[in-house]
């Protein structure tokens, strides 16, 4: 499975950026789609998730100002992000993996995961 991240860039703090991510090959399993984002020198920290069937999970510092969602025809997953802060600054990568049991435990850590894409930057300016 290969995944291509696409959408980041610069914007000002209150604005908006949506980053999308498209899996080719093999890609019955790609059940479990997520988002994650890494600060230089720091570890890399899950953003966000979503399962075939509609399940979506976040991190508690961007609810209610980034939604994920998936087109499951597309085999794409979306990473719309409003009200951005400086703080969401960070190399956003996206992952897959597949749709298992573990997976709806353990979304949060990068176990579930087995394919990444490269990095998009996103850069938020006060």
């Known amino acids: 499975v290969q995944l291509q991240a696409s959408g980041g860039g610069l914007v000002q703090a209150g604005g908006s950026l949506r980053l999308s991510c498209a899996a080719s090959g093999y890609t019955s399993s790609t059940g479990l789609m997520g988002w994650f984002r890494q600060v230089l020198g720091r570890e890399r920290e899950f953003v966000a998730s979503a399962w075939k069937d509609g399940r979506t999970r976040y991190v508690d510092s961007v609810k209610g100002r980034f939604t994920i969602s998936r087109d499951n025809a597309k085999n794409t997953v979306f990473l719309q992000m409003n009200n951005l802060k400086p703080e969401d600054t960070a190399v956003y990568y996206c992952?897959?993996?597949?749709?298992?049991?573990?997976?709806?435990?353990?979304?949060?850590?990068?176990?579930?995961?087995?394919?990444w894409g490269q990095g998009t930057l996103v850069t938020v300016s006060s």
């Open positions: 992952a897959a993996g597949r749709n298992t049991a573990d997976s709806y435990s353990y979304y949060y850590t990068e176990a579930p995961y087995e394919y």
